[in-house]
């Protein structure tokens, strides 16, 4: 089967580093993408990785490691408003999206 | 940001009545797509269109119809709606298949 694994919570303080892990088994792989998703809202898309390696835009970075089934959003400089759940998603060999549970993020000041 | 409307955003039905959900895009994207969102699970795929009168099923079709017949439409029906099809459903669009989806900003359905 298909699956994503990714920490249900995680908490961290304003202005300090958070990397939120995501692991995946998939049937093939296209693509890692990561969205953010603040409650009652709709996911927004954040990054995509589909060779190894790191991906930085400003405060935010992914990684993606695809002999280890592996990768990790990164967020410097925290902020109130990274309060968010984090969604990982990999596209398999049908061009379908594979979904993570998500990780909700609890910044506190 | 992506031009996407859901309607209607909130729905509270009961149980065996029929249900349609809309997706509307201005961006002439060629696939859409019906996620639903529940605790505790990643978004899971409904089903999926890749152009006019052409749609196919996802991991969890059963229960649900969908139909598109213009290029910037596309309905999500729940024949006899479950208590189980509460949820929150989640339009997508993408131009290329291989391409970032973006989403509607959601309808909030409860059947009771």
């Known amino acids: 089967g298909q699956n994503i694994d990714q920490p249900t919570e995680m908490t961290a303080t304003e202005g300090a580093i958070v990397q939120i892990n995501c692991t995946y088994q998939t049937s093939g792989f296209n693509g890692l993408f990561w969205y953010q998703q603040h409650a009652g809202e709709a996911p927004t898309f954040l990054s995509y990785?589909?060779l190894d390696g790191l991906e930085e835009k400003g405060r935010f970075s992914s990684f993606l490691s695809r002999s280890k089934g592996y990768s990790y959003l990164l967020l410097k400089e925290l902020q109130m408003k990274d309060s968010a759940s984090y969604l990982c998603?990999?596209?398999?060999?049908?061009?379908?999206?594979?979904w993570g549970a998500g990780t909700k993020l609890i910044i506190k000041p | 940001d992506a031009g996407i409307t859901q309607s209607p955003r909130h729905k509270v039905t009961e149980t065996g009545t029929p249900v349609t959900l809309r997706c509307h895009q201005t961006?002439?994207?060629?696939?859409m797509y019906w996620y639903r969102q529940d605790p505790g699970h990643g978004l899971r795929l409904i089903h999926y269109?890749?152009?006019?009168?052409?749609?196919d099923k996802g991991e969890v079709s059963d229960g649900y119809s969908v139909s598109r017949s213009k290029t910037e439409d596309f309905l999500l029906t729940l024949e006899s709606a479950t208590s189980s099809q509460t949820s929150v459903y989640f339009c997508a669009i993408s131009e290329r298949e291989t391409d970032t989806q973006y989403f509607g900003p959601g309808t909030r359905l409860t059947v009771l």
């Open positions: 269109s890749y152009g006019v009168k052409d749609t």
């Open positions: 998603a990999v596209m398999d060999s049908n061009y379908q999206l594979i």
């Open positions: 990785n589909v």
């Open positions: 961006e002439n994207h060629r696939y």
